[in-house]
């Protein structure tokens, strides 16, 4: 609790509407979208700018308060979790897209802008912003960024540190920091938005960006593969990455979740295949159609049996089967543990199998689809967090989920962050040493650990 | 205290379905409006949830978060989970209704309106006059009340007499094929008898008897958001009896908020269910009499799609509008909710307005004359902030432009999709 003199102190900040104390407002900003127990903060603040920012961090390094910053709490490893209490600044109200600049190819835009409409506003100009994580329609490009967000494109477009070229945050003294720019190529000083991307609020408070935009490109093809292993459909995604070609998208989904799906779609989904691949090229013509040929004679060779989707119909109603995974599996069991670990492409078949043994192994449901192009699987834990027996078997299996992807040259968490989810588990991948530099870093930039404690295991 | 946690516990299946994904905050009109998470389905299950797992100890405190709701149910269409939102709001709130008492307007409102429909037929002509002379005509038939805080809001004139009481009883068509019950609804039967003339008149038109009730019984819903949730299974429940008792084929409606109340959710509080499907309007005579219209309109249009139209539905009104309305039809880049929600107007009415004015700006920016939405709720919204905004758009329900245009240019009986 804070007292009434330091409550004063935010409202001369934000005015009367600008921040929150009252228990039934602030316990909504007590958790994120990671199932873990809810915190709730002392204090709530809506900042409309950078001044009102500037001053509240001001405020905050005097009275030693913990400060978490948080846009839309999409966030999947508790990383928005005021787990010090303290204050939670919400980014939401800067929302402005400053500017699409077409001829210079970028945007800048405040940190509570949600990413859909970052992506639609490029589009009306012609251009394409191509990060696409599964919230897009709600996350903020603030938290898109200290996460460093990825999405269904990543394989052939990469991930949001790869169009972030500059960024304006405050450290915990109130300096303005301004790192890279507008520029293509830019190497004054430290490559400051290098550091921020998935930082996870714990370097500053960052309050604007300048993101690349690209040229939208003009032609694609979609299509379905349908396997009877599973494993020969991971084959195909490492054969298909050999064979020097990117698809835009190439996603991947179990029988399990297939069967899930169509339950609860009716898209018409092949419910007797062991996996589904969805792989979409994109490009120019020619090229996309010289590819799809590779591609087609891989499939044919793993036993896959492909269906073009000729129509644009058809195409959406792909693209809605996949974007359906994960909410489709959400209905079956009250609790759901979505994990992200990542390996390397070619080790996508051995990923698998250690998946399947691991469900066999501590009897658990585990629906597993994911970008398979990228390393990238989401196996999808369904359980009930009442049942105290079954957690702990969840929590082994998770542990060895992370060491076998570890084994296989991958990491615990290819999108979805840290947070105080994955803290134990870091050292483990990164090592000691790295541990050391991290806190010395935090320790540099904010010496009474208030920004996003604790995350991290800083 | 004690009961009361318990019974909030009661809700736990429900509300374990929710992953705090954050999705509705995409689909809630007042979180698009505010950007706060207490105004989101997942702030206020998570609000829920506290009070039931011990920690916010002031249950009471968060009924103003739950009543900061239009019950639009955009958040449990869109929630990938299917959190059943519009269930586990409306019992929460009526079990915290039992320590936060209702304020003595809401009392007195729901006991005329759930308890007195006569005496409400009543004192219709009296708010005819009142309007009449206690308010500024804006233009056609909508007022601005002089007074009090209504003064703000541009109104429908109240109907001098209610539609029941002119048009109660069966209206048989020339060559019956079928009978259906139409429930008219409060609104329809004070601000919108059109709407229900309308609806005789095409019936019976293309051969369907129609019977209207002499008296017309709210169907509760305003209760249930108001956390009275007894009262509200005892108006289902009366409802659905007599539906129940006449013989006929299927039940009418031109209130989707009405149609939801009595079909979807009153079922589920009160167990009753209807003998007879229930089918709007429009969807009646699109799916079931196979009619085309294809009327020409002069206009320049668009269709406001109501939130509680039935969700499976919500496509096929759009093409049924698209296919037969023959004219420049514009989709308004805003499908939003228009911010209207009953008792959350009444209790809210500038927050409620401004959800509405976004897209009445819109309709202005866009030249639009005419603005189609089969719901009187929808209509009433509408209409308030599009006079504001300045624009000169008409809000209708299709079935008034189809009866106007049987008259004029006399559409066969025959032309059905299965007739032909």
């Not at chain 1, 064979?243 to 419910?271: H, Q, Y």
């Not at chain 1, 615990?412 to 962050?417: I, K, T």
């Not at chain 2, 409606?253 to 009595?262: E, G, R, S, V």
């Not at chain 2, 698209?322 to 499908?335: F, R």
Request: hydrophobic share 40%; proline share 4%; charged share 25%.
């Amino acid at each position: 609790m804070l007292s009434k003199s330091l409550v004063k102190k935010f409202e001369e900040i934000l005015g009367q509407g600008g921040y929150f104390t009252k228990p039934e407002d602030t316990m909504c900003y007590s958790y994120d979208a990671f199932s873990a127990e809810p915190v709730q903060p002392d204090i709530v603040v809506k900042p409309k700018n950078e001044e009102q920012i500037k001053q509240i961090i001001t405020l905050c390094k005097n009275e030693n308060i913990p400060l978490v910053t948080r846009g839309a709490g999409t966030n999947l490893s508790g990383g928005t979790v005021p787990v010090k209490k303290g204050c939670v600044l919400l980014t939401t109200g800067l929302n402005k897209i400053l500017e699409i600049n077409e001829n210079d190819m970028y945007a800048v835009v405040e940190a509570g802008v949600v990413t859909a409409n970052l992506a639609n506003a490029a589009v009306k100009n012609g251009l394409f912003y191509p990060p696409d994580p599964g919230s897009m329609n709600i996350s903020t490009i603030g938290g898109n960024v200290a996460e460093n967000a990825g999405g269904l494109r990543g394989l052939k477009y990469g991930v949001t540190k790869d169009y972030l070229m500059g960024v304006n945050f405050f450290d915990m003294d109130g300096n303005y920091v301004k790192g890279g720019g507008k520029t293509v190529k830019l190497v004054t000083g430290f490559n400051l938005p290098g550091l921020m991307v998935s930082s996870e609020g714990l370097l500053g408070v960052m309050t604007k960006f300048v993101l690349k935009l690209i040229p939208k490109p003009k032609f694609s093809r979609s299509m379905l593969v349908i396997y009877d292993d599973i494993i020969k459909a991971c084959e195909t995604v490492s054969e298909i990455i050999a064979a020097k070609i990117l698809p835009a998208t190439l996603e991947l989904l179990d029988n399990f979740t297939i069967k899930t799906v169509e339950d609860a779609t009716k898209i018409g989904l092949p419910t007797a295949a062991d996996a589904l691949l969805l792989i979409e090229l994109d490009g120019h013509e020619g090229q996309v159609m010289d590819d799809f040929e590779v591609v087609k004679k891989i499939c044919e060779n793993l036993k896959g049996n492909i269906k073009i989707a000729e129509t644009v119909e058809d195409k959406n109603r792909l693209w809605e089967a996949r974007r359906k995974a994960l909410s489709s599996l959400a209905r079956l069991k009250p609790t759901l543990i979505l994990e992200d670990a990542t390996v390397v492409r070619s080790k996508i078949p051995g990923m698998m199998r250690a998946i399947q043994d691991i469900t066999k192994k501590y009897n658990l449901t585990i629906g597993t689809f994911g970008h398979a192009g990228d390393g990238n699987l989401h196996p999808t834990i369904l359980t009930d967090k009442r049942d105290k027996d079954e957690m702990l078997r969840v929590e082994k299996a998770i542990d060895e989920i992370f060491a076998k992807a570890l084994e296989l040259e991958g990491t615990l968490s290819g999108e979805h962050g840290v947070g105080f989810a994955k803290a134990k588990y870091l050292e483990m991948e990164v090592g000691r040493g790295t541990i050391e530099y991290m806190k010395k870093l935090k320790k540099g930039v904010d010496p009474y650990n208030l920004l996003n404690p604790q995350k991290m295991g800083l | 205290m004690e009961d009361l946690i318990k019974e909030l516990k009661e809700l736990e299946e429900l509300v374990l379905q929710c992953m705090k994904c954050g999705t509705c905050q995409a689909h809630c009109p007042l979180y698009q409006k505010d950007l706060n998470e207490s105004a989101v389905a997942r702030g206020k299950i998570s609000l829920i949830e506290s009070v039931y797992e011990g920690r916010l100890d002031k249950a009471g405190s968060i009924l103003k978060h739950l009543d900061y709701c239009i019950l639009c149910g955009r958040c449990k269409e869109n929630c990938p989970s299917g959190v059943k939102t519009d269930e586990i709001f409306l019992r929460a709130k009526a079990v915290l209704r039992k320590i936060e008492k209702l304020p003595s307007w809401g009392k007195v409102v729901l006991k005329i309106v759930m308890e007195k429909p006569d005496l409400l037929a009543r004192v219709a002509p009296l708010m005819h006059i009142g309007l009449k002379f206690g308010a500024k005509r804006v233009k056609d038939d909508i007022f601005k009340p002089l007074l009090g805080s209504f003064s703000k809001r541009n109104i429908k004139q109240v109907a001098s007499k209610p539609f029941t009481k002119t048009h109660g009883g069966l209206h048989k068509a020339d060559n019956e094929k079928m009978k259906v019950y139409f429930y008219p609804g409060c609104a329809a039967n004070f601000l919108f008898p059109e709407w229900g003339e309308a609806i005789i008149s095409v019936l019976n038109h293309f051969g369907v008897t129609v019977y209207v009730p002499e008296i017309n019984k709210c169907c509760g819903i305003p209760a249930a958001t108001l956390g009275e949730i007894e009262t509200y299974k005892k108006m289902v429940d009366e409802n659905l009896n007599h539906i129940n008792d006449i013989d006929c084929e299927y039940v009418i409606t031109c209130c989707p908020t009405c149609q939801y109340a009595l079909s979807e959710m009153g079922p589920k509080v009160t167990g009753i269910i209807a003998n007879k499907p229930f089918f709007d309007i429009l969807m009646f005579l699109d799916e079931v009499l196979g009619v085309n219209f294809e009327v020409k309109l002069n206009e320049r249009y668009t269709t406001h799609i109501p939130c509680h139209y039935r969700s499976t539905k919500k496509e096929r009104l759009k093409s049924h509008v698209a296919k037969n309305i023959k004219g420049e039809n514009i989709t308004l880049e805003n499908q939003s909710c228009c911010g209207f929600g009953g008792t959350f107007n009444m209790k809210k009415y500038d927050d409620s307005k401004a959800v509405g004015m976004s897209k009445a700006f819109e309709v202005k920016s866009k030249g639009i004359e005419k603005l189609f939405t089969p719901c009187p709720g929808c209509a009433m919204q509408l209409t308030d902030a599009i006079v504001e905004s300045g624009s000169n758009a008409k809000v209708e329900h299709p079935i008034v432009y189809y009866a106007r245009e049987i008259v004029k240019s006399g559409i066969s009986k025959d032309k059905t999709e299965k007739g032909q």
